[in-house]
């Protein structure tokens, strides 16, 4: 899976979790600071993430940065998603 299709996901993950439309989504934006995501909706996010993409999170990989901005997101999620669903 490329970063752009996982961009694509988040997107639309992050709309049904905030219940709006994310017209302006792209790699650059911060997920916290643009999207006004809480700690309890960004919980909600992982679990989505884990479900629909087959992620294993590693909570001892989960750095800061990792959640800058959705381009660092998908960046992550690319480098753990199960090498069989790569593709």
Do not use: C, W
């Amino acid at each position: 899976m490329e970063s752009k299709d996982i961009i694509e996901h988040l997107q639309n993950s992050l709309s049904v979790i905030l219940d709006r439309e994310l017209t302006e989504f792209s790699s650059e934006t911060r997920i916290f600071d643009d999207l006004g995501l809480n700690s309890m909706r960004f919980i909600e996010l992982l679990m989505s993430l884990e479900d629909t993409l087959g992620l294993v999170m590693d909570p001892d990989s989960l750095e800061p940065e990792v959640f800058h901005s959705a381009g660092s997101l998908a960046e992550y999620i690319r480098t753990r998603l199960d090498p069989a669903a790569v593709g």
